[in-house]
Every structure is written in C-alpha cells, then in structure tokens.
C-alpha cells in the first residue's frame, strides 16, 4: 500500500468512456502512473450527464477497476469538466504601488492577483479556473515576478474559465453521492494540455486540441501561459451520427464501420470501392460505399478543424502557434487526422504525447487517456504548491470550495 | 414594363408624411417586394434591383434596376456578395439617383447570396448620401443554407449595420417554429416573406399615419441603430372587446419573440398601436401598461395612430432591441446625428412635392433599352435561384443520437445536422 498523500487520483466522466487513472508522486516530485479504470459511458452527452443512474454506475465501475489495479482505497479525485457552457476569457487586473520607495511588495502582488480575479460574472456561473499569466509593472509587460522591482502601477492578466454553477455541480454531485471528494473540478481541455506540452511549447506557443465523444476542448498556450480556452460540443459522436445518417445504417453499425474503414481524408483509390456489411450468419444485408463513407467523416472533421481556426483567428492568436497543434482524444486515431488538421490549419499537427510521466505504457499511449492523465498531473501540481509556500493558487481554490460544498 | 412610379399619389397625401421608396434588391428581396406591392403603400415608390434578369423580369415593381456588367451576362453574381458590391460600386450614381427625392428609404433583402447581401449596404449609403433615412429589413439564411451563406449574410448585416439608421433583422431558422415539417420550401419561404413584409407594413404605417401620439422616426432610428444584436419584431392583431387583453396575450405568445423571452430579455422596446376611429386614449393605455410589465428592463417607445381602414380591429407591431456587443468599429456618431435632422418635419416640408414623381432613375435611354433586351432575353431561363433554392434539404432530419440534448448552435446554424447535408454535398 501507498502513503495517502501521494495519491493523486483524475476522473474524466467522458462521453464515450469514464476513466480513472491513479497516480504516484515520487519523493522527487516525479508521477508514476499505477492505476487505470474505465467503463463505457452512458449517461453522458456531448460532455456533460444526462443520464444519472447510468452514469453513476459507470463512474463506479471505472473507480473500483482503478483501485483494484492500483491497489489503493480512492478517497478524493480531481474531476475532469466540460461542455457547451465552458468558456474562456482574459481579464486585467489594475493595483497602484503605494509604498513611499515604490518597491513592489509581496501584498502589492497578491493584491493585483485578487483584483484580477474579482470578475463579474452572471450569478448563474462560476468560476472553474482563473490562471495567472503575466505581469506588467508601469506598463512594461512580460513580468513574471515582479516582488522587488520599482514602479507604481502594477498590472497583471488572469484568463479566467467559467461555466454554468447547476451544470458544474451535476458531476460533482454525482461524485459525491459515491462517497468520494472532489479536490478540485479542471476544465479537461486544460487537463489535456498539462499532459501533452513541455515548458518549453507552452513558451513556444502550442494548440492542443481534444476530440472526444460529445465535444472538442481546446487550449492554447504563448509566451508560457494559457491564453485561450474553448469548447465546441461536437466530437465522434457528430461524425458516427453522421454516417448513420449519410449511409442509411443504425448507429451502432456506422460507429463500427468509423472504426474499422473511417479516415479523414479521401484518397483517390478508394473511389468506387465498396463493403459489404453481413448480419450474424454471414448474408448480405447492404453495401456501403467507402468514398461516401470518407466523405462524410472528412467533412464533419474539417469543419471541426475550421471552427476552431475561425475561433483563434479572431482571438488574434494564429501566429503565436510556433510550437504547432497537439491532437488527442478518441478522434486522434482517425487515419489521416493530422494531415487534414494541417490542410485546415496550415501549420505543423501531429498526435500528443503524454509527456514527462511514466508508469502504465498501456495508459500512456493512448489519446483517450491524456485528459485523465492530465488531470493527475494538474493535481501533483497543485499538491507541490500546496507543501511549499501558501502560494496564490490558494486564492483559486478558495473561489472554488464554496462550489464544492455547495454541490 | 413600366418605368414611372405608379401615380403620383404621393402629392396628395398631407404633406407632413414623408415620402418613402422601398427598395427590393437580390431575388429574395425582389420576391418579397412583390408581396409588398400588394398592400396598403399608397404613396410609396417600389424599385426592384438585382443583377439577375429573370427575377427583375417576374417583378410588378415600378422601377426595375438592373445591375449589369459584360461579365455577369445576366446571370447573377455566382452567389458572391465581392461582385454584388464590385457592381453596386460601379453603379453607384444610378443607386443615388435611384432614391432621389425619399425621406425614408426602406431596402428589403434576403442576405446570404451574392445580390443581397453585396449591394444592400452600398445602396443605403447611396440612399444617406441622396439624404434620405435607411433603415433596412432582411432575413437571414436557415441553418441548413450552409456556412457560407451565413457568414457572407453575416458580413452583410455588419456592413448594413455600419450604414444604415436601422437593420430589422430576422433569421429564417426563427421561422420553423411556426410550420410543421411537410412545409414545402417555398412556402417556407412565403411565411419569412410575411413576417418580413408586416414588420416593414407596422412601420410604414407608423410614419404615414396620423398619430394620436406620433413616434418620430428619429426615436425609431436610435432604438434599432446602437444595438447590435439583431432586433425582434412581431405584428398581432384583435378584435372585439376583449382585444387589448387578447393583443397582449398574443404578443406574450409569439414564436418570434420566443414565447415572451425577447421581450424581458431586450433593452429597448417600440411599440405601435394601430386602431380604427374608436382607439381610445384609455385602451392604448391598458395595453401598454401590461406590456411594460412584459419587459421591465426596457426603456420603452410608443406610439399610437388611427387607421380607419382598421375598422374594429387593434393592431400592435413591437420591435424588441437587445443591447449587444459592441462592435469593433462603430459608425461615427456625428453621421447619425446629421441624418436625424432629416426628417424633422422642417427638413421634409423643404422638400417639394413635385420631386417624389420624378423620382425615376435617369437612366439614358441606352441603360433601357440594355435592360429590356435582357429581361426579355432570359425570361424563358428555368433554373433560377428559387430552383436551386428548392433543392436544398429543408426537411428536418432526425438528430438521432443528439435528440435529447442541447442543440449544437453555433451562429445560428444548427451543427448536429451532418456537415455535408449542411454543405450541399452530394453523394453520389
Ligand atoms: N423570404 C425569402 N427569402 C428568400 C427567398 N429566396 C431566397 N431567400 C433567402 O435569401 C437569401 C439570399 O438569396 P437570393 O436573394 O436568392 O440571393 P441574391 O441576393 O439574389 O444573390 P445571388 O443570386 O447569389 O446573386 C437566401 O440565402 C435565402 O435565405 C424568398 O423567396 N423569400
Ligand atoms: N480508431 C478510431 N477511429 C475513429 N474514431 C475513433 C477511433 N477510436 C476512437 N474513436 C472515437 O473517439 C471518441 C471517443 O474519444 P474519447 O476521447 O474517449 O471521448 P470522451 O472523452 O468524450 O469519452 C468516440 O467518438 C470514438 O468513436
Ligand atoms: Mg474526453
Ligand atoms: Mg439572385
């Protein structure tokens, strides 16, 4: 058995599967990933419950299989969040150094942390993170610790995510009623990006993109800090619903027929060719033909791709990008999903790797697993602050507990 | 062909009431003049204005402009509002000369094709720089027109909106809430036509009628100009003695207000009631009171007028503006503040009357004989844009997997609906 504390458990109760993956914090602040737990989902649409018995079931199996691997009791998790209702924006936060020698103080900063995150926000919403990113000190920008410089005006920006209290509180809820506590609740898109990209891309500048069942999370990252968020409630589902549709079968066949036939893009050989699908004893119910098949799955994904280009294309953030795009998520395994994300995009794609934990090959080289990763790692991080210097995080944590209790 | 304004019953309308030009322009927009021409405009001057021949050719409108170039061949501009406006720009002296003499110029359009959604902003800056008031009433593509069309529509509100005093704007993707699936595409069509054509008929008659208590247009202007969400109209009537009540009631349940919400949502609210010779003071009241119990966090407008043609029936027409984001480029204020002294009723007095029935085009007699030779040339031609138009798949297609939950919506097209189907990609 395990030193509690060193336990760090991430739930995504996604729409396709709940997961649960168990991580290890080494004495040297390493993750080691020594549980995984999942269950097919559903009671989940496009991100978010709707189904509460199913997906409490769910959740549970996805929980005990983890601790029967891992061989822990669970007892807290940090819980994965997403939806059509999850949004992402900057704010400024504005504090006039009054000290006589103008030397900025540690109150100076936690002062200007605060006023930041005193956003208004409709009393329907809550705040689910409010991530600090740099600051500015007489309008000099690009500060990241300004304890001790000289000036009067100090300034810093937070991007804020929120979403809709009643829909956040649902998967709390949920959790709850099985006996377990939620640390905190991360945006997945957020989570996914912590297990994909080094320091040295979120410097860079980098996009990662999480296609999923029910909805495409996104992030991005320059100069080191989150800069935009996003959700599109689209994901595999869209794609499967479409083939149904498009090709005239029940879903549960079109999802097999993405599985086993689908790319996103549509290459010249494969005109004219044609499967024929069987019932159980072998007779030929239908032929489907694959170039409609491949149409239909590379319009949908490159609308996907096109959404999210439109989005950051407005947030001014397209060239910031020199580290290039990460994909995961279910989707990320669609043959040629990175070469039509780079026709989209114009700009360098490739598949996300989870990056400086180890453990579980099995867990790690899967694109489904990296949110729960993700999250994991979003918790060790949180754990490293929390055993050194009561840092400002807490402010983020304190924000969030009364959501935490109230669910 | 006719090429005069109808008559010159504008002469003897009193002088206070401004003269008016309605201009239809793209097909849709042709279309949706014709069922305008129809009704109660007296005095009003109609021009239709495409770059299509065919559409301009089945028009009743008096005046008929085609926007033509060699290259266009009379067949439109492909659907890109770049031509639309590449042309209106080239003609834009005949477009000012157009509305020469209009206190009030009305331009109708159904945005998203090239025609509509290209010449309509060049044609209400034609129509400031001719010094009339532009305020413009256009539809916006159902979802499943595609992307394209909705942001070229899109792109054609923000420029409309940029020039125009006011944009009454309605998405057709509203409009399903008001048939039932088998509705045949044109008479899909036929129902936004209607609801476009009360909403410009309330504020005609708004401007014409004599008031008991008169909403000036500069008041109408400053509702719809400062809001950039797109703003809501609905028109109900009643009758009996119970129809104050029953008005209310039905503007409560009104699909394009959504079931009440536009209105407590909104931030601005206009309102006009139309009755016969017996609208009482008191009446217009009750209405009122229980409307503005409707939307408590507006500032409110009305107005009343008589219409005797009414007889007993009371009309109401709301127009219901929400505070959007500010966009990024405003028009300069200063613009607006000169076109308000327009219509003060010094500045339309100034005006001769003689100059509303000489209000054709000097179009040379060349320009006439080159429209004619075209009209006449492709009236036979059978795919038309209402052709292409029928084809698409208005059907409502089952969401399937997504029927349960919150729809997928984004800028106003419904994104559960497969790619392609909304693309217009055949297999095949
Ligand atoms: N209300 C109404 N809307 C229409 C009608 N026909 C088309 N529309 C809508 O108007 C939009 C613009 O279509 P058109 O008016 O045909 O296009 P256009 O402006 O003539 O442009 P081009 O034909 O592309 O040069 C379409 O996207 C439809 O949403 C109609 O008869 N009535
Ligand atoms: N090889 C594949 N080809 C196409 N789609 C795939 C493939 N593998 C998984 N998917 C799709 O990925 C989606 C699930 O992704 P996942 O990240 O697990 O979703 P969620 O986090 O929403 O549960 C499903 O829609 C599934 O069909
Ligand atoms: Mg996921
Ligand atoms: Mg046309």
């Known amino acids: 058995m395990f030193d509690d504390s060193s336990i760090i458990v991430g739930l995504e109760i996604g729409t396709s599967k709940v997961c649960a993956v168990v991580g290890e914090r080494n004495a040297d602040g390493s993750l080691n990933v020594i549980g995984l737990g999942q269950a097919r989902s559903r009671g989940v649409r496009k991100g978010e419950i709707v189904d509460t018995t199913q997906a409490e079931e769910d959740v549970r199996n996805a929980i005990v ?193 993405k599985l086993e036939f689908g790319s996103a893009l549509v290459d ?140 | 062909m006719k090429t005069k304004v109808q008559a010159s019953a504008a002469f003897l309308e009193p002088a206070k009431a401004p003269a008016v030009k309605i201009f239809g322009v793209g097909s849709a927009g042709v279309a949706m003049l014709d069922t305008l021409n129809g009704g109660d405009f007296a005095g009003a001057g109609f021009v239709a204005i495409n770059t299509d021949a065919s559409s301009l050719a089945a028009s009743s409108a008096a005046i008929k402009i085609q926007l033509e170039t060699k290259l266009l061949r009379g067949l439109g501009t492909g659907g890109d509002p770049e031509r639309g406006r590449a042309i209106a720009e080239e003609q834009f002296a005949t477009l000012k000369t157009a509305c020469d003499g209009a206190d009030v110029v009305f331009v109708v359009a159904g945005l998203g094709g090239g025609a509509g959604s290209g010449i309509s902003s060049v044609l209400a800056r034609a129509a400031k720089e001719a010094g009339a008031l532009v305020l413009a009433f256009v539809t916006l593509p159902f979802a499943c027109e595609g992307n394209r069309r909705q942001q070229q529509a899109q792109q054609g509100l923000d420029q409309l909106k940029s020039v125009a005093d006011g944009v009454i704007c309605l998405p057709c993707q509203k409009t399903f809430k008001l048939i039932d699936e088998n509705t045949s595409v044109l008479d899909t069509f036929r129902i936004t036509d209607g609801l ?113 043609t009414l007889k007993n029936r009371l009309s109401v027409t709301v127009i219901a503006a929400k505070q959007g984001p500010v966009p990024m480029e405003l028009p300069p204020l200063a613009a607006s503040g000169d076109s308000v002294e327009q219509v003060t009723p010094r500045g339309i007095m100034a005006r001769p009357g003689s100059r509303c029935g000489s209000s054709a085009p000097s179009l040379t007699s060349e320009q006439r004989e080159q429209i004619l030779a075209k009209n006449a040339g492709t009236r036979a031609r059978k795919t038309g844009p209402k052709m292409r138009q029928a084809q698409l798949p208005l059907a409502i297609i089952s969401k399937g997997r997504f029927d349960k939950s919150e729809p997928t919506i984004h800028k106003g097209e419904d994104l559960d609906i497969p790619t392609y189907v909304r693309r217009g990609v055949a297999l095949n």
């Open chain 2, 196 to 308: 476009l054509v009360e909403s410009v008929c309330g504020i005609w008659r708004l401007l014409t009628r004599k008031g008991l208590i008169r909403i000036h247009f500069d008041d109408l202007c400053a509702l719809l100009r400062d809001r950039h969400s797109e703003s809501v109209f609905a028109c109900v009537e009643a009758t009996g003695p119970a129809r104050a009540r029953e008005v209310v009631e039905k503007l409560v349940a009104h699909p394009l207000l959504d079931e009440g919400r536009a209105l407590a949502e909104s931030s601005a609210v206009l309102v006009s009631l139309m009755g016969g010779k017996e609208l009482a003071m008191a009446e217009v009241n009750r209405v009122m009171e229980q409307i503005g119990r409707q939307c408590e966090h507006a500032q409110i407008i009305m107005g009343a007028a008589v219409d005797e």
């Open chain 1, 65 to 257: 299989e983890a601790e029967q691997m891992a061989d822990v009791e669970i007892r807290n998790v940090y819980l994965g969040v997403t939806g059509a209702h999850i949004r992402g924006f900057n704010n400024r936060g504005v504090h006039p150094v009054v000290s006589a020698d103008r030397e900025i103080s540690e109150d100076d900063v936690q002062d200007v942390v605060k006023n930041a995150k005193a956003i208004n926000l409709p009393t329907e919403n809550n705040v689910v993170h409010a991530i600090r990113q740099h600051f500015f000190v007489d309008g000099q920008d690009g500060v990241t610790n300004p304890v001790g410089m000289l000036g009067s005006r100090l300034e810093v920006d937070v991007h804020v995510v929120h979403g809709r209290t009643n829909r956040l509180q649902n998967a709390i809820r949920l959790v709850k009623g099985l006996q377990l506590e939620v640390d905190e609740i991360v945006f997945n898109g957020l989570a996914s990006s912590l297990a994909l990209l080094s320091n040295e891309q979120k410097e860079l500048g980098a996009l990662v993109i999480d296609i999923g069942g029910g909805t495409t999370d996104y992030v991005v990252y320059t100069n080191g800090v989150i800069r935009h968020t996003g959700v599109l409630a689209i994901g595999g589902d869209h794609v499967s619903n479409d083939l149904a549709y498009g090709l005239k079968v029940p879903l549960s066949r079109a999802e097999k027929l």
């Open chain 1, 268 to 407: 010249e050989e494969t005109k004219g060719q044609t499967i024929t699908i069987t019932n159980e004893l072998g007779l030929p119910l239908k032929t489907v033909n694959v170039e409609h098949l491949r149409r239909i799955m590379s319009l949908r994904l490159e609308e996907i791709f096109q959404l999210v280009g439109q989005d950051l294309e407005q947030a001014g953030l397209f060239n910031y990008l020199r580290a290039g795009i990460f994909l995961c998520g279910g989707c990320a395994r669609v043959p040629q999903i990175a070469p039509l994300a780079e026709q989209v995009l114009q700009m360098p794609v490739s598949l996300g790797q989870t990056n400086s934990v180890s453990g579980l090959k099995s867990a790690l080289d899967q694109p489904e697993f990296v949110t729960a990763i993700g999250l994991v790692k979003f918790g060790s991080f949180k754990t490293r602050k929390r055993e050194g210097k009561p840092s400002l995080a807490q402010g983020i944590k304190g924000a969030l507990s009364s959501l935490l209790r109230r669910s």
